[in-house]
């Protein structure tokens, strides 16, 4: 499967963590932005992960481009608020029973497509079964493969019966792919319930977008019009926010904040843990297919040094752990592996491994991944790791390196819940197993929490989930990566969501002109 840059999604369930928004420079009270929304005006915003190939259907959404342009035409039946929690969109409510199996979705009536069709219980069926079918690439596939039947069960009513329990079934649907479309209809089309409805669309260039003057959210769609252009390269984002020619801007180079600071106009959004940044080692081949070889690289690596050097500090140090701090179920009571290099060097030994063990980065991969791989060939070398380090292009990387060469570079950032993480990218079966480490004991204990309605059960469940993947597990997992988006001074409205990027996709639609 395609990923080029898989990096950001929606989703978080009962996220906690704290999420910063801060000028750089002290605002005075007359300063103060509105908090009552104004309508009108011409929003432009630069997007990274833009491609030539990109298509308007979420079967196909890859990265962040799409998924901010997405946001802007379709809504999911559920949508992740400013606290982190899960909230009704097209589903105005929901109820579960049959211990988790069954759900029924109240779908929120007196809703408009863009060309004027009114939204039913048919058009949510069709579009969920868009990813169920057996032809089917997209990457959130496999979420709905418990789903046994999935029925509108009233003209506003759908019920979703599952082979397995399922706690936290509804923030999957939450997910940014599973947008709502017309049934029958194209959604190559970009037809939609969004705040905005399509103009133009030209892959990897620019889309154009107008305010949907029959939303049914009239909290949301403040500007006129919404312009997002296709910015792949972070310097020219940050020259384009500067001088005027866009107004928000994403992924900021954690290096350049120092810089932004003097520009009095710009503003920060940052939101702290939302991605972690991986080095996954294949388990089917040396030295990775043995414990101790896992265990020396896991020690070997200095990931304060990774954090302060090539993220200026906007990260926290990761424990080989992919559950996010911001988590109810992190494990925050297992303790810290440091950097070791005697340890390192008395596993390292015990694998007989001569080598070579080359490690494949790219900036695709995440950014800062080659200054990152050359730190941990330096602290890999002190523990007489011979480590070396290959930088390889980043065009075509998740097609040619990425689960196909034995060390690499990789990202991920949060998901619906612990569960669609671990489902998606750690389980034996996993559609995305990068590592290809594969662990029965470790499957069950996913299934098991999946589908335990005591909380205290569920939590210890995946407090041993936590424990064998930073004990066992193939992938070093250094740090947890701040977010860092931009905007003009202009722009009031855009908030920050805990672990998301872009106000959780939805910025187009949340902000207004000062």
Request: net charge neutral.
């Amino acid at each position: 499967m395609n990923r080029r840059d898989f990096i950001k999604t929606t989703g978080a369930l009962s996220v906690a963590a704290a999420c910063t928004s801060w000028p750089f420079t002290a605002a005075t009270a007359a300063e103060a932005p509105s908090t009552t929304p104004k309508k009108g005006g011409h929003l432009i915003v630069g997007m990274d992960n833009a491609s030539s190939t990109d298509r308007l259907d979420p079967a196909f959404w890859f990265e962040s481009y799409m998924y901010f342009v997405g946001s802007q035409l379709f809504n999911c039946l559920a949508e992740v608020d400013e606290n982190g929690k899960i909230v009704p969109s097209l589903a105005e409510s929901w109820e579960t029973s049959d211990g988790s199996k069954t759900w029924v979705l109240n779908i929120r009536q007196g809703v408009q497509f863009h060309d004027g069709r009114t939204l039913t219980a048919k058009d949510v069926v069709y579009s969920l079964n868009h990813h169920r079918d057996e032809k089917s690439s997209s990457s959130v596939k496999g979420y709905l493969d418990p789903v046994v039947s999935l029925e509108a069960t009233s003209p506003n009513q759908v019920t979703i019966k599952l082979n397995e329990p399922n706690v936290e079934f509804i923030a999957l649907l939450s997910d940014v792919h599973f947008a709502i479309t017309a049934e029958n209809e194209n959604f190559d089309k970009g037809i939609g319930t969004g705040a905005f409805i399509l103009e133009s669309f030209k892959p990897g260039v620019r889309t154009l977008v107008k305010r949907n003057p029959n939303h049914w959210n009239s909290a949301r769609g403040h500007v006129d019009s919404v312009e997002t252009l296709a910015m792949n390269d972070s310097t020219a984002r940050v020259a384009a926010l500067a001088s005027g020619s866009a107004h928000i801007i994403n992924r900021v180079n954690p290096r350049i904040v120092d810089r932004l600071k003097n520009m009095p106009n710009i503003q920060l959004q940052r939101s702290r843990d939302s991605q972690i940044f991986t080095f996954p080692g294949l388990a089917t081949a040396a030295p990775f297919n043995t414990l101790d070889g896992r265990l020396a690289l896991k020690y070997a690596i200095d990931r304060e040094q990774i954090i302060k050097t090539v993220l200026g500090g906007y990260g926290t140090v990761a424990n080989d752990n992919p559950i996010f701090p911001s988590s109810p179920y992190f494990a925050k009571d297992i303790p810290q592996r440091p950097y070791d290099p005697e340890k390192a060097k008395f596993h390292w030994q015990k694998t007989g491994f001569s080598g070579p063990l080359v490690l494949s980065v790219a900036e695709s991969g995440f950014p800062g991944a080659v200054d990152a791989g050359q730190l941990y060939q330096n602290s890999a070398t002190r523990a007489g790791i011979p480590l070396k380090v290959e930088r390889v292009p980043d065009d075509a990387f998740w097609d040619n390196v990425w689960m196909k060469k034995p060390f690499v570079s990789s990202n991920w950032s949060l998901r619906p819940t612990a569960d669609a993480l671990l489902s998606l990218v750690f389980t034996s079966n996993a559609p995305w197993n990068e590592s290809q480490w594969k662990e029965p004991k470790f499957d069950q204990l996913v299934n098991a929490a999946r589908g335990e309605q005591d909380e205290q059960k569920r939590r210890q469940i995946y407090h041993d989930i936590q424990l064998m993947l930073v004990e066992q597990g193939s992938e070093i997992i250094p740090l947890y990566a701040d977010s860092l988006d931009a905007s003009s001074k202009k722009i009031n409205g855009f908030v920050a969501i805990p672990g998301f990027t872009m106000s959780g996709n939805r910025a187009a639609e949340k902000v207004w002109f000062a």
